[in-house]
């Protein structure tokens, strides 16, 4: 059976300016929260009358300190199926007004299709067939995405990657809104006045909220009201047979604990992206640095003609981020006298390739590639101080980057002052957690090379 995954990276599309005249889209916790069945009232024997099945009869919707959260209404066992939502009670891309998607085109991405139709199904109000579901997603002022971060909140978190990640990810979704407006245009009685920020909104809740499965991008009504743990097993799966989606409990949950799943193995630089939370500790932590050869080398040409002939390898993160020549990502090293997982072999050979000190040098490394498997630089130098003065070049960019984000943490007032307005003490609080979980990676880094350069010595 199929896993869904929740959406995360970055989408490619190609601008388009549609024509038309005009016409008529966590962290766990076992504490126990109340279940307020205001919730229940009307919500659930909505969505089983517009799918035609139950739902569920083990779970309630409540509030937990996390919003709308979903809670066991009885004792429930591992191996439980706890939910089940047809694939006709999802919205998707397909839900799309026909007038619209012939407007837009396939190069539009789904997220940003998927985004539309909640911006139509609100601006239809109670007209709307899912408007007892749209009207249970958060506000935008609910919203804790980076890319709804003032200036000022951003420079929080200005030695994360993160910062610009963010920039990159509002400019995205500006592209996309200034590519689909003008279709939007022609609808001005559904789209009247639509602004970026309502875009912005609308596509923030498909990236935190959908599923991504055979079918697609789905937002899945109820199980979207399940928050995550990242010590959690249980995902949301697909039924290609039975067309539907369902999850099944992977602990035990006695009556009105809340009831949780993973969204997937990501960093808190993916979840404040996308999600708009953070973890106190996140295992998944993990840092992207940046390394290149100075402009002041005097081999800086045939360095740069080197790495170009021998392309270091391009890895995907969780984050859309890619490892490219001057761009890594550093996950922990778990042993300060291990082997050095974590930090990626690819930097340590481009650290090589920088104390190289003469064209010779260079051309050898380029050789031992050809001869072995064609990756440059990733044995060790047999000349040990040369190795580790390689080392050393990496050491002293981390120590200079753990020197920033100590900074940074230090001075972040505590989240407790009484001057500090609940928003941005709840967005200090997870800048706070962001910073001290790349540190940790950073210092983990910086143990190893320590301790491999002493080894060398």
Known sequence: MPVGARLTGAWCFRHRHPHCAKAKLTFSSKVLHSIDDEYDSDFLPWLERKSGVEISSVLSIGKSAYG??????????????????????????????????????????????????????????????????????????????????????????????????????????????????????????????????DFMHAYALVESRAWRSTKGESLIPFADFLNHDGLSEAVVLHDEDKQLSEVIADRDYAPKEEVWITYGKFSNSTLLLDFGFSLPY???????????????????????????????????????????????????????????????????????????????????????AAQNDGRLARRPFRNSRQEIVAHQILLSHIIQLTKEYSASIESLEPVTSPSICKRLAFRKQMARDLLIGELRILKSASAWLENYCATLA
């Open 282 to 368: 996140n295992s998944h932590d993990e840092v992207q640095i940046q390394i290149k050869v100075p402009d002041h080398d005097p081999l800086l040409e045939v360095k740069l003609e080197v790495l170009q002939s021998h392309c270091l390898p391009r890895a995907r993160d969780v984050n859309g981020f890619k490892s490219s020549n001057d761009s890594f990502t550093i996950k922990e090293v778990r042993s300060a006298r291990g082997r050095g997982k974590g930090l990626p072999q690819s930097l340590r050979a481009f650290a090589r390739v920088l104390c190289c000190t003469s064209p010779q040098e260079l051309w050898d490394l380029a050789t031992e």
């Open 68 to 197: 709308r959260s979903l809670f066991a209404s009885e004792k429930l066992r591992t191996g439980d199926c706890i939910l089940k939502v047809p694939y006709a009670a999802q919205l998707t891309p397909d839900n799309l007004h026909p007038k619209i998607k012939s407007l837009l085109g396939d190069e539009i991405s789904n997220v940003a299709k998927l985004a539309i139709v909640i911006l139509f199904e609100q601006k239809m109000g109670k007209d709307s067939e899912w408007a007892p579901y749209i009207s249970r997603l958060p506000q935008l002022e609910e919203m804790h995405n980076t890319i709804f971060w003032s200036k000022d909140e951003l420079d929080l978190i200005c030695p994360s990657s993160l910062f610009e990640e963010t920039v990159r990810k509002k400019d995205q979704i500006e592209s996309e809104f200034l590519v689909t407006k003008p279709a939007l245009e022609c609808f001005p009685e559904v789209f009247d006045h639509i602004k970026l920020k």
